[in-house]
């Protein structure tokens, strides 16, 4: 009786242990104080060891204040790179590095999610989380291709780095297989304001396209993604 009473209290505690258990979400990757900003990596530091910092961060939540931000930028001959609510980044090529650096969010670039049932394609915002996609996609019943592991990264961050998951049928495990078209926010003379919106689709732009999907984010801020 007591061994059957306390296989049955260990069972009891691991049960309350298990229904108390939390997933906690990353820090957030950049943190602003008098002096700067700060730039984490998905491991809390950077292969180097060496701090990354930036002069200031800009949270634009349309296509026109994305634009505005890389103007500014353009203007002013500054550094730009693009970060996301989370970081998922290893490499320090997120990194801009200097008081001429700046950073541009798209955390809270995040609210347009369009479905095409016709063409069985959907258009996201940069912002929009992995998560925000795959519900509202499944919601109208349909489902996305492939996918890496984790939800919380931003459907822009997953072209920048990379990112895939796997399939044996269709274009392939990786998520840039699965992309049709990309809008690029790029600078551009004063004549235009210093920076436009570019709009890549597959069948007309193939070659520039297929350049932006593997360039890591190099070539532009990416805007909006349409994927197949």
Known sequence: MRFSHTISLSIFCLLVTISTVRSVPPQPPVRCDQTGCTVSSAYGTWPDRKTCKAANITYPTTEEELRKAVAYASERNLKVKTVTKFSHTIPKLACPSGSDAMLISTSKYNSVIEIEPDRLTVTADSGVSLRELIDKVEAAGFSIGTSPYWEGVSIGGLISTGSHGSSWSGRGGSVHD???????????????????????????????????????????????????
């Open 178 to 228: 699965h992309v049709v078209g990309i809008s690029l926010v790029v600078p551009a003379n004063s004549s235009e304001r210093y920076a436009k919106v570019i709009r890549l689709e597959e069948g007309r732009d193939d070659k520039l396209l297929n350049a932006v999907k593997v360039s890591l984010g190099v070539l532009g801020v990416i805007s909006k993604v349409l994927l197949l």
